[in-house]
């Protein structure tokens, strides 16, 4: 699996994840280190799957992934609801990619023709600017260009 740049060293292995600014080996834990923070509203999705935010924890994170069907869409309602687009699906379930919208602000991977599988993201992290395109042409609400062959 390839892994976000900035994906939290916090995060608990596998597809969820968020994304922030990991300290250095020799800073220690800030307790506001990650994108998305202290709102609550991710957490109120996916409580049993993010970790709880405290006064030593100001970061959304994730502790678990899901384990069944309920608990995958409680994910991506978590992942949905963040509005800096902080919360991430890495994984290559086509399903799931739908269930997101084949959104790459959302999405690592997004389904193109004939079902391939096609990685959306730089070296940095940032979304490739074909992805770019398509995340605004679905904020915006027009015309989704394609996925391309890449
Ligand atoms: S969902 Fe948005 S407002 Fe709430 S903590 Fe995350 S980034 Fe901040």
Redesign the pocket.
């Known amino acids: 699996m390839r892994v976000h740049p900035r994906r939290l060293f916090c995060n608990v292995a596998g597809d969820f994840y968020a994304t922030g600014e990991n300290p250095t080996p020799d800073e220690p834990r800030s307790r506001r280190m990650g994108d998305?923070?202290?709102?609550h509203?991710?957490e109120s999705q996916a409580q049993e799957l993010l970790a709880e935010l405290t006064n030593d924890n100001r970061t959304?994170y994730f502790v678990r992934q899901p384990e069944t069907e309920l608990e995958t869409e409680r994910a991506c309602k978590a992942v949905q609801?963040?509005?800096?687009d902080?919360l991430r699906y890495a994984g290559q379930n086509a399903d799931i990619i739908s269930r997101l919208g084949n959104n790459p602000a959302h999405c690592d991977y997004l389904i193109g023709r004939d079902g391939r599988l096609v990685y959306c993201l730089e070296e940095n992290g940032e979304l490739l600017p074909w992805a770019a395109e398509i995340r605004n042409a679905i904020g915006m609400g027009i015309d989704v260009p394609p996925v391309p062959d890449v």
């Not at 998305?36 to 709102?39: A, E, F, M, V």
């Not at 609801?81 to 800096?84: A, D, M, Q, S």
């Open positions: 998305c923070l202290t709102c509203g991710p959304t609801y963040c509005c800096v902080a």
